[in-house]
């Protein structure tokens, strides 16, 4: 079998070689890395991680397959991925085709036989950037000249390429109250938490208006996470800033994206990552119990912290251990509350936070 050469060519001019184990193409975006040791096909299909090419820290990759209860999305959302050695072969019960096949489908370029050690330490030293990765052209300066023509991930609205077009409803005979969705991205695991508890659920395109969203008369809205910098899709902005001040009382919780939606409609500032938080092992603690939680994150923006402190109106609520970054906020009321982090109804360490929404929409009720 001859293995087919693929090259990753970085903004600051480092350049990798390896084979390729996805299609036969070439693609642009912003190269990260994700130290997670499972859940590959949840991470891959997350709205999240658009635009984004993404190096696994964990050197096999594909070990369990693809099954259709796991998708975040319908397809693959990464443009590209990166193995320090793909698994030819993969055994799990629930497995219904293998990581490549989806990857080929999907049309994404994907690397192995690399020293991905070295890649990612690349990135820890110098930060995150764009990249070109092709199996087509490896011509260096060709690439060098493709990759200066493309923008920059945080100068771009990521937003508007993965929302949903138009509003939805689920679940309409749910015995429960109604709750708001505004998809920046959510991943189909946040829209089942809510469907599962017997809630109504509307969900809106990022582009809706406050005036759109209230109309339904929702109990609760959830700010879901997605892509980028919120600062590039102002029109969220206002819109939740609307939505603050027509319904002071309104629970809000705004998880990933949704947070920096959150903290940017209410005066705060937010912040590019060096290199972003990404992975299933992040340290938090919530500052009000002093717990710690170890969490799943793929981030790379926070709210800054001096901000949140200046702003008469918030108060952080969990801190990153790792870094001192402000992993959650929330108003002094304490019915709008966000975190940067996904957490789970099902875990014993984050679980609390939807119940807590939760318990607030039945009061709103």
């Known amino acids: 079998m001859v293995l087919k050469k693929c090259i990753l060519a970085l903004e600051d001019g480092k350049v990798f070689e390896g084979f390729s184990c996805g299609a036969d193409t070439e693609s642009t975006g912003e190269i990260v890395f994700n130290t997670a040791v499972f859940g590959y096909q949840e991470i891959v299909t997350d709205p999240a991680t658009a635009k984004q090419l993404i190096c696994f820290a964990h050197p096999h990759v594909g070990d369990c397959g693809f099954n259709n209860q796991d998708f975040q999305s319908g397809a693959i959302q990464a443009t590209g991925l990166f193995f320090k050695e793909y698994s030819k072969r993969y055994s799990n019960w629930r497995a219904e085709g293998s990581m490549q096949d989806q990857i080929v489908k999907d049309n994404v370029v994907a690397m192995e036989g690399f020293d991905t050690r070295a890649l990612i330490k690349h990135i820890r030293e110098n930060g995150t950037q764009k990249?070109?990765?092709?199996?087509?052209?490896?011509?260096?300066?060709?690439?060098?000249?493709?990759?200066?023509?493309?923008?920059?991930n945080d100068k771009q609205d990521l937003v508007k390429t993965v929302t949903c077009k138009e509003k939805y409803s689920l679940n309409e005979n749910g015995k429960k109250q109604k709750i708001a969705i505004i998809d920046y991205g959510c991943p189909k695991s946040f829209i089942d938490t809510f469907?599962?508890?017997?809630?109504?659920?509307?969900?809106?395109?990022?582009?809706?208006t406050a005036d759109e969203i209230l109309k339904e008369c929702p109990q609760g809205i959830f700010l879901s996470s997605g892509p980028g910098y919120a600062a590039n899709s102002s029109y969220a902005?206002?819109?939740?800033?609307?939505?603050?001040?027509?319904?002071?009382d309104m629970p809000v919780f705004a998880i990933g994206f949704g947070s920096q939606?959150?903290?940017?409609?209410?005066?705060?500032?937010?912040?590019?990552?060096?290199i972003g938080h990404r992975g299933a092992?992040?340290?938090v603690r919530d500052i009000n119990t002093n717990k710690i939680a170890i969490?799943?994150?793929?981030?790379g923006y926070y709210t800054d912290k001096n901000s949140i402190e200046q702003n008469e109106?918030?108060?952080v609520t969990?801190?990153?251990?790792?870094?001192?970054?402000?992993?959650?906020?929330?108003?002094?009321?304490?019915?709008?509350?966000?975190?940067?982090?996904?957490?789970?109804?099902?875990?014993?360490?984050?679980?609390?936070?939807f119940k807590n929404f939760f318990d607030m929409v039945e009061k709103n009720a």
């Open 195 to 208: 469907t599962s508890q017997d809630y109504k659920v509307t969900v809106f395109p990022a582009t809706a």
């Open 261 to 274: 939606v959150l903290a940017l409609a209410n005066g705060a500032k937010v912040v590019k990552h060096k």
């Open 313 to 315: 109106n918030l108060q």
């Open 131 to 152: 990249a070109i990765v092709s199996t087509k052209d490896f011509d260096v300066e060709s690439l060098k000249s493709k990759l200066a023509k493309v923008v920059a």
């Open 318 to 353: 969990h801190i990153n251990l790792y870094d001192g970054t402000v992993a959650g906020f929330a108003n002094k009321k304490g019915n709008n509350f966000a975190v940067e982090f996904y957490p789970s109804l099902d875990s014993d360490e984050t679980g609390y936070l």
């Open 281 to 283: 092992n992040y340290p």
């Open 237 to 248: 902005i206002d819109t939740v800033k609307q939505i603050i001040q027509k319904c002071p």
């Open 295 to 299: 969490t799943s994150q793929n981030n």
